[in-house]
């Protein structure tokens, strides 16, 4: 790190921009889960959601505001941030946005408001109908009313790549003398290039009244492929914060990667003027968390977190990287948290070679509560059992993913004779149906049946019941669970992954469901809440059924009153 340099601010937006991409739904619980994630990888500002779109909505951005917000796990020390992370609500240019925003992060250490307005011309005639001068008039008393209610407040012109130049500097300078502390940039519909974006950042702080008292942001959309690099060239023009989502997700074609632009400040310490505190190490481990937990499939081959982003298959590149690293590796891998230890784990290895394991791959800390920790290491020992050449990394992300999803239930009451199993001081989350028996008949020319008994916490009784189906044997699997549960039930996704080689790697399936529509149209505006489901086995359909009962036993166990708000609802485009 330099002394030259100035601190860049991470503005990540996962859980507002990122949880807009197509299909995407997070309950609460996932949301808290990937803020905790986000503040112990060092994100300065957290953008925890749109709080006027739903009481559900409201109610998550408040629970990490008094959660996560007061949290300093792994932000303290030398080259980390030292202090608590901003959860920030978006707000759009009205009082009841705006008061609600604030009523939903005020409680956490340090908080923002972020209140936008579009300025482009084509916003301003066709979405809005209003004029620049009341553009301008109403930029001043919307910011204005949110600096009455906290002092941190950045404003964003939505569009403003597409904005006149002119036009956007006295708008900016309205929000600057109306209270405004970070002003954002935001290529809304990722129509720049990286020389435009570069050149409107710096004309904006040249040519901006008041712009040497704030702080100027970028945000970037992916639609030509160039969030990245514009997001650097802003850096390179001036700016000092970047808005930006874990794996790139978000609307269309998704945001800014986070991973992306820390790893070029990383690699490059020279070429920026700027320097970061994030803990690169948990990239690998937070990337994951956020696939598994969004049902956004990270691509094989993308940047930092890809799967196949330190693999060499050529012959030459494994020649020279056999001989020094650096001859075909510019990122050691295990600067962002891909492991390349030689602690090999197997039936014989305890509670201790896990936990250093785990913390090797990203887990360590409080990343996993006791009753995790407990239900990861008996899945362990279950595991390595059952493997003859051992459990491999990718086996142990999976059992994390594994344990997270079945953890994050909201607890049912058991039945009498029910016991309920947890850490000292901790109650477990009682999930209303568990596996309790599969037998599954299928082949060429034979019509599939399954046999499934599950058991029901609540009532203390075990069912079986028994369904045929001409698609194979995971419907069959599926279509007798629902017959149990009796909830008419619509699979929105599904797909089976293996999570090393070998013939005995575990195979980690995941599953989206919601109940049947009530309305035709219901299912493409998101009026439905969606839950997900992952689970891992060395057996796929035994891997299948147990994912779908853990999407079954959020849908059983979701609150109706904590519902958040449609998938059209809750997007907005900045």
Do not use: W
């Not at 519909?189 to 970028?218: C, M, W």
């Not at 997900?532 to 166990?557: C, F, H, K, Q, W």
Request: contains cysteine; glycine residues 8%.
């Amino acid at each position: 790190m330099s002394a030259a340099t100035d601190k860049l601010i991470i503005f990540d937006t996962t859980l507002r921009d990122g949880e807009q991409s197509p299909g995407v739904t997070l309950n609460t619980e996932e949301k808290i889960e990937i803020a905790r994630q986000l503040s112990r990888l060092g994100v300065d500002v957290l953008e925890a959601g749109f709080p006027i779109a739903s009481p559900g909505d409201f109610n998550a951005v408040q629970r990490i505001a008094r959660e996560v917000g007061p949290l300093m796990e792994g932000r303290t020390g030398e080259g980390r941030v030292n202090q608590e992370m901003v959860i920030c609500g978006l707000a759009r240019s009205t009082k009841n946005d705006i008061q609600t925003a604030y009523d939903a992060v005020k409680e956490a250490p340090r908080h923002r408001i972020h209140v936008f307005l579009a300025t482009s011309d084509i916003h301003l005639e066709f979405k809005l109908k209003i004029s620049r001068e009341q553009c301008k008039e109403r930029i001043a008393e919307m910011v204005g009313f949110a600096k009455s209610l906290c002092q941190d407040i950045e404003f964003s012109p939505e569009d403003a790549g597409r904005s006149d130049r002119a036009f956007l500097c006295e708008a900016l300078a309205v929000a600057i003398r109306a209270g405004a502390t970070t002003l954002n940039i935001p290529d809304t519909v990722g129509y720049n290039t990286p020389q435009e974006y570069g050149d409107l950042i710096r004309h904006l702080k040249a040519n901006t009244a008041g712009a040497e008292s704030v702080v100027f942001s970028t945000h970037c959309h992916d639609d030509l492929g160039l969030a990245t690099a514009n997001t650097l060239a802003g850096i390179s023009g001036g700016a000092r914060q970047v808005e930006v989502t874990i794996n790139g997700i978000g609307e269309r074609a998704g945001n800014t990667s986070l991973e992306e632009v820390v790893m070029n400040i990383h690699t490059h310490p020279s070429a920026y003027p700027v320097h970061h505190t994030i803990n690169t190490r948990l990239f690998f481990s937070t990337s994951r968390m956020v696939e598994d937990l969004s049902g956004m499939v990270v691509q094989a081959n993308k940047a930092i977190v890809g799967r196949n982003a330190f693999l060499h298959e050529s012959g030459i590149h494994q020649d020279g990287v056999l001989k020094n690293k650096q001859t075909y590796e510019i990122i050691r891998p295990e600067d962002v948290g891909v492991t390349t230890g030689n602690l090999a784990l197997g039936k014989h290895s305890g509670r201790h070679a896990f936990k250093t394991k785990l913390e090797d791959l990203g887990y360590g800390g409080a990343a996993l509560s006791e009753t995790q920790f407990q239900m990861a290491f008996t899945r362990f020992k279950d595991l390595a059992d059952s493997k003859k050449s051992g459990v491999t990394d990718g086996d142990m992300h999976a059992l994390v993913a594994d344990v997270r999803s079945s953890s994050l239930v909201a607890g049912v009451e058991p039945a009498a004779d029910e016991p309920e199993a947890a850490g000292a001081g901790e109650v477990a989350a009682v999930q209303r149906f568990a596996l309790r028996g599969l037998q599954v008949i299928t082949g060429v020319g034979i019509t599939p049946t399954a046999t499934v008994t599950l058991h029901d916490a609540v009532s203390g009784a075990e069912a079986t019941d028994v369904a045929l189906a001409n698609n194979g044997p995971i419907e069959a699997t599926f279509s007798a669970i629902q017959r149990i549960v009796g909830i008419n039930i619509e699979l929105l996704s599904f797909s089976v992954a293996a999570t090393s080689e070998g013939q005995d790697t575990l195979g980690k399936a995941s599953v989206r469901i919601s109940r049947v529509q009530a309305s035709p149209d219901a299912a493409a505006t998101g009026g439905e809440a969606k839950f997900s489901g992952l689970a891992s086995d060395v057996d796929i359909i035994t891997a299948s059924a147990r994912a779908y009962i853990a999407a079954v036993n959020r849908m059983v166990s979701h609150d109706e009153a904590d519902n958040r708000a449609s998938h059209r609802d809750r997007s907005v485009g900045i």
